[in-house]
């Protein structure tokens, strides 16, 4: 199994600003995952973060609103730009390795509200 | 990914089985059944997963149909620390290959002391 962390835990923030979300997996995952989960709902999938090229992004969002990379293996970052109350949410980074495409690992989630 | 249908809700009291039912009637034949627990602040987990035999682990038991249209997870005693989002998900290796699990809404599962 893998170890996920994120940080920032939680985070508020003003209208107009950007943050940015680290992912870090204790081992070497081969897919990454960027969820939303808004508050009392299931999971959305916003993007594939893929290693060293652009990240796949599902319907409805968009790179300039979701900026992600993933230099490497273990690592990955998502940004929410010009955020607006909206974006309150938790963002869950995901992994999934090659050995054991039956079991995909989580984070505990960062916590953004925006104000 | 072939649809699944659970109960938006159910309660359990301490220490006694709980039963989640899921039913999935459209089933392929390559389509894993797999169950994932969301605990309060938390990132899902893994829970069990299996084809058409049943399946025990140390969290829980997975009772899948003979038809395969439906299965039920299997919490022997529940416990405070089980109280939790629990979803059904299914899965076909052959297509979704690297592919991510999709969630649906899930059951929210209630442990009264």
């Known amino acids: 199994s893998a170890v996920i962390s994120q940080k920032p835990s939680r985070d508020i923030c003003q209208r107009g600003t950007s943050l940015t979300i680290q992912c870090q997996v204790d081992?070497?995952?081969?897919?990454m995952f960027w969820y939303r989960q808004q508050p009392g709902q299931s999971l959305t999938l916003i993007a594939t973060a893929n290693q060293g090229s652009e990240a796949t992004y599902e319907s409805g969002f968009v790179i300039d609103k979701f900026p992600i990379s993933r230099p490497n293996l273990t690592f990955s970052t998502l940004t929410v730009s010009n955020m607006s109350p909206e974006d309150s949410s938790i963002y869950l980074c995901?992994?999934?390795?090659?050995?054991?495409?039956?079991?995909?690992?989580f984070g505990p989630g960062t916590r953004l509200t925006v104000l | 990914d072939a649809k699944t249908t659970q109960p938006n809700s159910m309660e359990s009291n301490e220490e006694e089985p709980v039963h989640l039912p899921c039913n999935h009637s459209t089933i392929s034949g390559t389509d894993y059944i797999h169950w994932y627990r969301q605990l309060p602040s938390q990132g899902p987990e893994y829970v069990i997963h299996g084809l058409t035999s049943n399946v025990n682990n140390r969290m829980a038991s997975l009772a899948i149909a003979e038809d395969r249209k439906s299965s039920t997870l299997i919490l022997h005693r529940a416990t405070l620390r089980d109280a939790a989002v629990y979803y059904c998900?299914?899965?076909?290796?052959?297509?979704?290959?690297?592919?991510?699990?999709?969630f649906g809404p899930g059951t929210r599962l209630s442990v009264l002391p």
């Open positions: 081992s070497q995952v081969t897919m």
């Open positions: 998900i299914l899965r076909s290796p052959l297509y979704n290959y690297g592919q991510n699990f999709v």
């Open positions: 995901s992994g999934m390795s090659r050995s054991s495409y039956n079991e995909q690992f």
